[in-house]
């Protein structure tokens, strides 16, 4: 694959800050911050007290604060849940000004001054840092006026949001989007799969439900990548069917180079080896998962 970048001008940050911010988000989030440092990234949640996602974003730190990115039509949503909660914490939520550059393909690692030692790991770039988030796939977070000249230095081909939406569908990585929030439980969503999720942590919203679906093993339904030959692109939380019974629905869209569209769809296990369609009837193709299912 030859290396690419792109402007992810599409993704927004939050910056959480205060003596109790590492406490504060321990409380409300899927995963263990208490166990993130400086040279890690992870994934991670909120849930409603059903245990459905409601936000999902990936966490690091910059400058000893926790830096939440999603994306940007999620940023209002996500600072006022959580603004609900700080009654007397010592935390403060703001936006970020900070800006990301994606860069990916077999020698990516070669256009970067420093490279992190293994996925979701973090190595410092001299304007702010660079994550690994595949073996192929990086990010570089850095202030906005450093991010022009970082990518008139690389000398890569430019792409687009839409490319780097498909590479992150082909890993499987699902985000929650205005039209999908509240519409699955992280493990519908694969997100513990992802190390989205810490089973061994205390509560925090819908913990009981995620953890006991968790220890009973009663996952219905399993996020999985397909293809589908359509001229019209389906949109998130679209409703997909197998016949006239409504399955599951689209969590993730991006155009293939190929023609039509890759998706990452929530279904119904019962209904895995079934023809599954749009509702406008176009049909899935399965394509390969870059992991295994449970």
Known sequence: MNPFIVDLSHLGFLRVSGEDARDFLQNLTSNDI?????????????????????????????????ILQMPKEMLERVKKRLSMYIFRSRVSILDADLAAIGLSGSDAETFL???????????????????????????????????????????????GKSEWERLEILDAIPVVLPETEGLFVPQMANFELIG?????????????????????????????????????????????????????????????????????AVIHLENRESEIRLKSGTQLHWLPMPYALP
């Open 34 to 66: 208490s166990r993130l440092g400086e040279q890690s990234s992870q994934y991670s949640s909120l849930c409603s007290p059903k245990g459905r996602m409601l936000a999902s974003f990936l966490v690091f730190r910059m400058a000893g604060d926790f």
């Open 113 to 159: 001054e420093s490279v992190p030692e293994s996925v979701m790991g973090i190595a410092k770039h001299d304007s702010g840092i660079v994550i690994k988030l595949s073996e192929s796939r990086f990010e570089i977070v850095t202030e906005p006026e450093m991010a022009l000249s970082i990518l008139e230095k690389i000398d890569g081909r430019r792409a």
């Open 196 to 264: 989205g999720v810490s089973f061994q942590k205390g509560c925090y919203p819908g913990q009981e439900i995620v953890t006991r679906t968790h220890f009973l093993g009663k996952i219905k339904r399993r996020m999985m990548i397909a293809h589908v030959d359509s001229e019209i692109e389906p949109s998130p939380g679209e409703e997909l069917y197998c016949g006239e019974e409504a399955t599951g629905n689209v969590a993730r869209v991006a155009p293939s180079p190929e023609g039509g569209f890759d998706i990452l």
